[in-house]
């Protein structure tokens, strides 16, 4: 046993020397194959790069070429360096840039490199433009099928502009004009191009005809659609989508048409229509269109405690895809156990109040296989305001259509019923009682046909960078559909997206608004439109520099007040708003990424504002659209009046996340109101914060 145990010994040692060997060997290798990689690739501080000789483009041009970069304001703790090795890379980025933009003849070179002392080195580059050769014509061969014009029309490197040095900066005006044809049913067009350079007589510098040799091929037809992937939906949803059938000549946008349609109902995760067998011969193609779906089915469940909410509870169940024809129906409900104080006064557990909102809603895109969608709604909520010691129950029912009238028109067209049956609370003292009996507010119904349509030319419906967004709505109330209110209501809002010359996006809105009772309720003045349905502005969501819905005429008849409290769907906070029944906002927003933070998605804006509510026209006034006034004794000629157009400026902090921005503002105003009454004297706060998320427009 003891010679074993010594042989044991002697073979573990042995083992662990040739472990100790083979982890020596590796790490000599790693560092032979480290310093061999390592070659050559020394790398140098730079302090900064020098360019002389480019008159035609600026510095900064130049050097967002480079792969190598300078220390800027937006990097100050960074350490540049270069690679010296591979300074010649990065002069032929220079040179490349020249060639593509018309100067064939550009030499660029690095002439030397000189160092600061504990600061770096400094590459000194020249050029010599050289002359500039311009596209002094562009043909086209004959192919009968567009016009000169239409081909013009898709392209960008026309006459005037400098001729590229390489025949593949052609490539973009190449593939326009292979998808021009690809769109009348030319799926084989061959398209080649030439360019021929002569000396300019008239000046110095070089001339370039470009001639396009366009050779359409066969037009093709559609020979049969075949459908792969749908389990669960059924073949005629798919084909109801398509814009193109079996015999259609085969043009492509309608068949990228198909594909976005088929997405847009949110069934598939992916679609892809693609050619499967092409009769070169015959000028015939058939498609297959692939989709993979999505689960149709889906549920939420949801508790919560809160201070006021004691216990919360949300469910919903939904299906968007129903016997596999697209048609969606969702359910949700949401309860909880409501103890708010009552007028201030705190009630018992068992004094609480159940709180709820229930909605169906169903959906068929399709009504009858038509472009015309049938939506219906049904909802009904219980509220408790213990502000006011009232328990607000609503109820109501929406059936309506939408259709598209182009792909970037929508309309939405749908009737309504709304009841609201205010009650008073059970633990409210009983001189409230007394009081609602008073103001005698009761049930109040409205019925309303509603008409919008939308023009969406955004590039994103959620991060629009450019583009315009127009909406208009029309609500028509009462008259012979009958209800407690008779009134018309039409609001129009232009938006507009484009790049900012500093860099960002400038995001531009003006809205337009107006209201009018009619019928029964044409006595009722401005009254004759429900509170819930008057305009409101400030926010948010508006002019940021003044509280939600603050704008406006104020309520300042106690009695007018209670029964907008007890009547209303919208509780009024102190000191509230009337609301108005005209509008006007404008708003300007520069949204731009924030320097060193927008790599952790956070982004800042400046914005200037301004907008109003009224309850009539004569109370829009020229005056009112001075820029700045003081919140004076409401009496003064020169005080900001409620009915002053009213500006604000700001800023903000954004923060982008998968479901929207999140947002931080601070806005100043520029014409705050005193209100003053026997009661309060009160005036719009100089600063005001919100939160929220999203875009505000």
Known sequence: MKKNRQWVTSEAVAGLQALIIFLLLLIASRTLADEELNFGLETHRLERIELTGNDSFTDDDLKDVLRIQERTWTRPLSVPRYSPHLMDTQVGLIRNYYRNRGFHHAFVRLDSITTIEEKGDVLHISIVEGPLTVIRAVQFTDTGIFSEQQLRDQMVLLEGQPAPL??????????????????????????????????????????????????PGKPYFVN????????????????????????????????????????????????????????????????????????????????????????????????????????????????????????????????????????????????????????????????????????????????GTTWKASRRVTNSAYAGIKITNPSVHPYAPDS????????????????????????????????????MYTIGTIKLAGGIMGGDYSFIKASSSWQNYHEAPLGGILALRFMLGAAAPYGKSTGLGSDGVPYDDRFFAGGASSVRGYGHNTLGPQVTDQDELDELNYGSDVLLPDNPARGGNYLMLTNIEWRFPLPWLSKWNFASVLFFEGGNVWESLSDIQIQGFRFSSAPGDPADPGSTKVWDYRYSYGTGIRLDTPFGPVRADVGFPLKRVRYLSAEKDYSDPKVMWHFSLGYPF
Do not use: C
């Open 166 to 215: 390489s025949l593949n900066r052609f490539g973009g005006d190449i593939y326009a004009l292979r998808a021009l044809f690809r769109d009348e049913t030319y799926l084989d067009t061959r398209v080649n191009v030439a360019m021929a350079i002569f000396d300019n007589t008239d000046s110095t510098g070089f001339v370039a005809d470009v001639t396009y040799n366009i050779n």
């Open 224 to 399: 049969s659609i075949t459908l792969s992937g749908n389990q669960e939906t059924k073949d005629r949803l798919l084909t109801r989508e398509l814009a193109i059938r079996p015999g259609d000549p085969l043009r492509w946008n309608k068949v990228e048409d198909s594909r976005r349609q088929l997405l847009i109902t949110s069934l598939f995760r992916d679609v892809d229509i693609v050619p499967t067998s092409i009769d070169t011969a015959g000028g015939l193609a058939d498609l297959e269109v692939r989709v993979i779906e999505r689960k149709p089915a889906y549920y939420e469940l949801g508790v919560g405690v809160g201070s006021l909410e004691r216990i919360r509870l949300l469910a919903a169940w939904g299906h968007n895809n129903l016997w596999g024809t697209g048609r969606r129906v969702q359910v949700r409900g949401r309860g909880s156990w409501n103890l708010e104080d009552v007028v201030g006064n705190s009630i018992s557990f068992d004094q609480g109040q159940i709180n709820y909102r229930a909605d169906i809603e169903y959906v068929n895109p399709r009504l009858r296989g038509s472009r015309y969608s049938l939506d219906a709604e049904l909802y009904l909520k219980r509220e408790t305001r213990g502000e006011s010691a009232l328990n607000q129950s609503v109820h109501g029912f929406n059936l």
């Open 432 to 467: 409230l009682k007394v009081r609602f009996d008073e103001v005698g507010v009761v049930l109040t119904q409205t019925r309303f046909l509603n008409w919008s349509t939308y023009i969406d030319h955004r590039d994103d419906l959620f991060r629009p960078t450019r583009g």
